[in-house]
């Protein structure tokens, strides 16, 4: 019977790919500073993100608030990524300032799912997320919204509990200033190669009719769509978030 695709067999394809290329990189523990600055970046306007934050656009500090939000999701979210004991993590950087721009954070189907020591991990290195620190600065329900999104990883599994060999796509992004560059597709292109090359189905999620649609181009099907939504919200469209499950053979 096939067994998961682990996390050495993954790191060593994306290794060996990015070591043909000129301008991704495969990223390390040393990195993650300048890879979270990224991301944290990258999702200020993501749909998800910004349902999660619940920060009204009259807020003057909204865009400061995001960013710190994003930061440290995103490391609780990628550090065992980044550090290589769950995954892999590259990035590929700009050819006029040789600086980094873009970050693509994967995982092996045999740890798609954090651990205890995930979590104990990144609380020692990230601290509490800020709307546990500061309810204040986030909308009222923002800790339920994010304990919300814990469901991504039952769907997950649900989705691919047949597929024993897959990657799981955690996160994307580029400088909001580079975007319309090509960093996004260059990354993908080195996934896809990959993928094919160990012969694994990609799997991600993603939160917006765009994205969708995006992927969908790029040959993702989408599996599932379903409403993220939390008691005590006011039942209002803004309130509710769409989440697209979607995966590419």
């Known amino acids: 019977m096939p067994t998961s695709l682990t996390v050495k067999e993954l790191t060593k394809a994306i290794t060996t ?5 000129a301008s991704i990189t495969v990223l390390s523990e040393s990195d993650e500073n300048a890879a979270l600055d990224v991301l944290a970046d990258a999702f200020l306007q993501d749909p998800m993100m910004v349902w999660v934050a619940g920060l009204s656009d009259d807020d003057p500090n909204k865009k400061e608030k995001m960013y710190a939000m994003n930061h440290n999701l995103t490391g609780w979210i990628c550090h065992r990524l980044i550090n290589g004991a769950r995954g892999i993590t590259v990035g590929i950087t700009d050819k006029g300032s040789n600086s ?3 970050v693509m ?9 954090g651990g205890i020591l995930d979590l104990f991990q990144s609380m020692i290195k990230f601290g509490a997320p800020p709307m ?8 009222a329900n923002s800790a ?3 304990d919300a999104l814990g469901i991504l990883v039952k769907k997950r599994a649900h989705h691919m509990k047949n597929t024993k060999r897959w990657i799981y796509l955690q996160a994307i992004g580029v400088f909001s200033q580079h975007h319309g560059k090509g960093y996004g597709k260059q990354m993908l292109q080195l996934l896809f190669n990959v993928a094919q090359e160990l012969n694994a189905p990609v799997y991600l999620e993603t939160e917006s009719k765009e994205n969708e649609k995006l992927y969908q181009h790029f040959g993702f099907q989408t599996l599932e769509v379903f409403d ?8 209002i469209e803004s309130n509710h978030q769409k989440m697209y499950l979607m995966r590419r053979d």
């Open 17 to 21: 790919a990015a070591a043909t290329s």
């Open 100 to 102: 980094l721009v873009g």
């Open 105 to 113: 954070a994967m995982a092996s189907s045999s740890h798609h799912k």
């Open 132 to 139: 546990h620190k500061s309810k204040k600065d986030y909308c």
């Open 144 to 146: 339920k919204r994010l």
């Open 228 to 235: 993220l939504f939390v008691k005590g919200d006011v039942d």
